[in-house]
């Protein structure tokens, strides 16, 4: 039963690139949450996807980031047009409901370096 | 608004030696959830323990126990005999309903902790 699985790992993009950064969730879960880990501080939250939904968006950054989780294949963190600023570490989380009692499942997060 | 705070930036201990982590959070709902979660030098992170507000059992796990007091709104982590695999940064986390449909987590920023042989 795999886990959640983040990929690509590491990341490495010139700036004015764009960044896809891949979440498939676990078996059975259908609800996302991306997190950023920027250096030296702690994660904070970015956007909570169900299925073809886009929940809460409200930690996204409001311009060049979006996310999407379709019917079908993993969910998508993209950034347009990186800065050196968005270098960070990206994890995503999976959940089987909406209640946190259900809990949550980290990937191995992508670190994401913009030269 | 919530907040957690992790006083504790770095810490160095021996090895075998006991070590607490302290966590204090702010929140005004009464409903939340704690989390305690590790990241090795190799980035993942690994969850450890989850702790609805209703529930102030303190929690024993082999080498790991936690202290949540509702009171002084803390939830302390203790390693007793450390190791050197228990280096690592650990985060202290609480999750409660965003009103915008989510139960996001707030983090704290982090207590890295050292463990020399």
Redesign the interface.
């Known amino acids: 039963n795999a886990g959640v699985m983040q990929n690509p790992r590491h990341l490495v993009r010139r700036r004015g690139q764009e960044a896809r950064l891949r979440c498939s969730p676990m078996k059975g879960h259908s609800h996302v949450y991306w997190y950023r880990q920027l250096p030296e501080e702690g994660l904070k939250f970015m956007v909570y996807l169900q299925k073809e939904n886009i929940i809460d968006e409200s930690g996204m950054p409001k311009e060049r980031f979006s996310a999407e989780f379709p019917k079908e294949g993993p969910s998508i963190l993209r950034i347009q047009q990186v800065v050196r600023g968005d270098s960070a570490a990206y994890f995503c989380a999976s959940s089987p409901g909406t209640g946190i009692g259900n809990g949550y499942t980290f990937g191995s997060g992508t670190r994401l370096t913009v030269v | 608004a919530q907040k957690?705070t992790q006083a504790q930036t770095e810490i160095s201990v021996v090895e075998k030696e006991d070590v607490t982590l302290d966590c204090v959070y702010e929140t005004r709902d009464t409903t939340y959830?704690l989390?305690w979660?590790k990241q090795p030098p190799s980035?993942?992170?690994v969850?450890l323990i989850?702790r609805?507000s209703f529930d102030e059992q303190n929690e024993i796990s082999g080498r790991y126990s936690w202290n949540f007091q509702k009171s002084t709104s803390s939830f302390n982590f203790t390693i007793t005999a450390s190791q050197v695999v228990d280096s690592a940064v650990y985060?202290c986390?609480l999750?409660?309903?965003?009103g915008?449909?989510?139960?996001?987590?707030?983090?704290?920023?982090?207590t890295k902790l050292s463990v020399i042989p």
């Open positions: 957690v959830y989390f979660y980035g993942e992170l969850f989850r609805n985060f986390a999750s409660l309903f965003s915008a449909g989510s139960y996001q987590l707030t983090f704290g920023k982090g």
